[in-house]
């Protein structure tokens, strides 16, 4: 497929002179030199980088007008919070508040109701492959809400190594992503484990959205692995407790030889 960049290929090379082109052949924009940010948007998100934000040291200006397009700064979110129940089977969700959707409308629904809320803005140094480092503001309402709500599921419907495991991967994963290696083996093998990880993924997250930030409301499945009988800081039949002394005893086994030669060693 052939890709067709001016910046690149044409003699543009800048902004400004993007936008002189614009402007002589008459072409539409949203922008004026004073907000002429570079923005990238679709259904996920945007991204905002250049002028103030190419320094580090300035605080992003989400008050300014022009600049958020997806939701407002958390100081103009309403005063009052937004509850939402999403719904997943498998690791994906299904619906919102009861009410089935499909992953488009899902995202669509969520950018609405986390924009409004001031969910989802990210000020953030990310390192380019070239190996640069850039600045940027992004607004991910929509993914910002599944993300949350989908760690908090998995909370109670993964074991602890595979949990872990699962955090540790994904460091790789979105390098993968990020680098452009999708169509690779590895990338696959990868998808092969988050897919068996999302067997048991199923059940209702409820949050709160309350100016800019997600609370957590509630979560429900019918693969729980939380055991409120194990839990309990009640009288209980689960274990004994004197069984912890042994425990603590040979967990911490390598620790107390370690010490006890360190302290030959330096008696020597």
Same mark, same amino acid.
């Given at each position: 497929?052939?890709?067709?960049?001016?910046?690149?290929?044409?003699?543009?090379?800048?902004?400004?002179?993007?936008?002189?082109?614009?402007?002589?052949?008459?072409?539409?924009?949203?922008?004026?030199?004073?907000?002429?940010?570079?923005?990238?948007?679709?259904?996920?998100?945007? &991204?905002?980088?250049?002028?103030?934000?190419?320094?580090?040291?300035?605080?992003?200006?989400?008050?300014?007008?022009?600049?958020?397009?997806?939701?407002? &700064?958390?100081?103009?979110?309403?005063?009052?919070?937004?509850?939402?129940?999403?719904?997943?089977?498998?690791?994906?969700?299904?619906?919102?508040?009861?009410?089935?959707?499909?992953?488009?409308?899902?995202?669509?629904?969520?950018?609405?109701?986390?924009?409004?809320?001031?969910?989802?803005?990210?000020?953030?140094?990310?390192?380019?492959?070239?190996?640069?480092? &850039?600045?940027?503001?992004?607004?991910?309402?929509?993914?910002?809400?599944?993300?949350?709500?989908?760690?908090?599921?998995?909370?109670?419907?993964?074991?602890?190594?595979?949990?872990?495991?699962?955090? +540790?991967?994904?460091?790789?994963?979105?390098?993968?992503?990020?680098?452009?290696?999708?169509?690779?083996?590895?990338?696959?093998?990868? &998808?092969?484990?988050?897919?068996?990880?999302? +067997?048991?993924?199923?059940?209702?997250?409820?949050?709160?959205?309350?100016?800019?930030?997600?609370?957590?409301?509630?979560?429900?499945?019918?693969?729980?692995?939380?055991?409120?009988?194990?839990?309990?800081?009640?009288?209980?039949?689960?274990?004994?407790?004197?069984?912890?002394?042994?425990?603590?005893?040979?967990?911490?086994?390598?620790?107390?030889?370690?010490?006890?030669?360190?302290?030959?060693?330096?008696? +020597?």
């Amino acid at each position: 497929m052939e890709i067709i960049a001016p910046w690149r290929i044409w003699d543009i090379k800048s902004r400004d002179e993007e936008i002189d082109y614009a402007e002589a052949h008459n072409i539409p924009l949203k922008i004026n030199r004073e907000t002429n940010y570079s923005k990238d948007k679709n259904l996920w998100h945007l &991204s905002h980088e250049g002028l103030d934000l190419e320094d580090p040291a300035n605080e992003p200006q989400y008050n300014k007008p022009g600049f958020l397009e997806m939701g407002v &700064s958390p100081e103009m979110a309403p005063d009052k919070p937004t509850y939402v129940t999403i719904h997943f089977e498998k690791g994906v969700p299904t619906a919102i508040d009861g009410k089935e959707m499909k992953g488009v409308e899902i995202v669509t629904k969520l950018n609405e109701l986390g924009g409004a809320n001031g969910i989802g803005l990210a000020d953030l140094v990310e390192n380019r492959l070239v190996g640069m480092k &850039s600045r940027g503001v992004y607004e991910t309402p929509g993914g910002t809400i599944l993300y949350h709500a989908h760690d908090v599921l998995e909370t109670i419907t993964l074991d602890k190594m595979t949990q872990r495991m699962k955090q +540790k991967l994904a460091i790789d994963f979105a390098d993968l992503v990020y680098n452009g290696q999708w169509y690779t083996p590895v990338r696959e093998a990868l &998808s092969a484990f988050v897919t068996e990880t999302q +067997k048991t993924v199923t059940g209702d997250v409820k949050l709160k959205l309350y100016k800019g930030n997600i609370i957590n409301a509630g979560v429900t499945s019918p693969y729980t692995l939380y055991d409120e009988e194990v839990a309990t800081f009640d009288e209980d039949n689960v274990y004994d407790q004197k069984d912890s002394a042994g425990f603590i005893n040979l967990f911490g086994l390598p620790i107390k030889v370690k010490a006890k030669l360190d302290q030959k060693r330096n008696n +020597k």
